[in-house]
């Protein structure tokens, strides 16, 4: 398994638009692998593998798209104030529970990537009031320190400048840990399930886009223009999901489990699969002995929902990956659940005709 891949992409800085070092990493990673390669006027990746045998089938070949957002959940910077603190504006959905005390890489196009500090305001625990110990502070109440005096901190940092989890990639017994695996493991899924077909010298009889999107985090908004340009007969939409397979949640909640195997995405707030779908792939998986489970998802989205909707309509279902701790530094998989996402996919794909 390509696990120096999947480090580097969560280590990659990227939040909705700004994916650029992200995309400009896939183009590297992918030279050879597919036979054309866009990028759109909104950011997103669109490469595209021709069919490597004739279909049985008349007319074009079955055209099937991969979406893969890039970004992840970040901040951009707002304010600079006059003793230097830079103040933030999220770029997706937080927990702000989980933002005390975390170091930061404020990625400046004057400065290049500094470290900082993320705190809210207010009194530390020595001097907290009980009440104060209570509030849960909102993401306007957070403060990046970098360090620096206002004057060199204005040089070196601007309004719009992208700022980011700073945390390394880590494997944690049979799982991997890092910050981005939402949904950089997408990313390696779209690359590394091609490369699967290619080594076992598949020869598919489908057309394969794998999109790495934009913007997903603020509205699944790259997947929609990307899916009006490739005009797919099939979409996948993958991702990763909730594991709450942990203490406090009730096993009814948990959506999946870390590792039973890759999840067949069912439905969630933006989606609904196409049932035949599910039902094609989870044959794949009972052929091929890939471990699988279905999967519910209470609210939440992704970019297969966009997908769905684009063009005349398109049908879709998701594949995705169970995840623990989804939305902090401490993004965890299970190493088989991934490997079962990939095999599942060059399997089932290898059946398009």
């Given amino acids: 398994m390509n696990v120096d891949l999947l480090r580097r992409l969560c280590e990659t800085p990227g939040i909705p638009g700004r994916e650029e070092r992200v995309r400009e990493l896939i183009k590297k990673e992918i030279r050879g692998l597919f036979d ?9 990746l669109i490469c595209r593998r021709a069919p490597r045998a004739k279909g049985s089938g008349r007319g074009r070949p079955t055209r099937v798209m ?3 957002h890039m970004d992840e959940i970040g901040f951009y910077v707002k304010h600079i104030d006059d003793d230097g603190f830079i103040r933030l504006n999220a770029a997706g959905g937080f927990d702000t529970r989980n933002l005390f005390s975390r170091r930061v890489l404020v990625c400046s196009k004057h400065g290049g990537d500094i470290v900082g500090v993320m705190n809210p305001g207010g009194r530390p625990v020595h001097i907290a009031t009980e009440e104060d110990k209570k509030k849960i502070p909102e993401v306007k109440e957070f403060l990046v320190d970098i360090g620096l005096p206002a004057a060199k901190v204005r040089k070196l940092v601007a309004v719009g400048d992208m700022v980011v989890m700073h945390e390394p990639f880590v494997a944690v017994g049979d799982k991997l840990v890092s910050k981005a695996m939402d949904n950089r493991v997408a990313c390696w899924l ?15 009889a489908c057309e394969i886009y794998s999109v790495f999107t934009v913007q997903e985090e603020v509205g699944l908004r790259g997947a929609l223009t990307a899916a009006r340009s490739v005009k797919p007969d099939i979409g996948i939409g993958l991702d990763v999901t909730l594991s709450c397979d942990t203490p406090g ?22 989606m609904i699969s196409n049932h035949e779908l599910i039902d094609d792939l989870e044959a794949v998986a009972r052929k091929h002995r890939i471990r699988h489970q279905r999967t519910i998802l209470a609210r939440g989205g992704q970019d297969g929902g966009a997908v769905q909707l684009a063009n005349e309509g398109t049908k879709v279902a998701g594949v995705v990956v169970g995840t623990r701790y989804i939305h902090t530094v401490t993004e965890m998989i299970h190493r088989d659940d991934l490997a079962a996402a990939r095999d599942l996919l060059a399997a089932w794909m290898n059946t398009l005709k």
């Fill in 36 to 44: 054309e390669v866009t990028t759109d006027a909104m950011g997103s």
């Fill in 249 to 270: 949640v009730p096993k009814d909640e948990a959506v999946t489990i870390q590792g039973q195997g890759c999840g067949l995405h069912i439905m969630d707030s933006s």
């Fill in 66 to 68: 991969l979406s893969c």
């Fill in 190 to 204: 779209g690359i590394e399930s091609v490369r699967r077909l290619e080594e076992q010298g598949a020869k598919h």
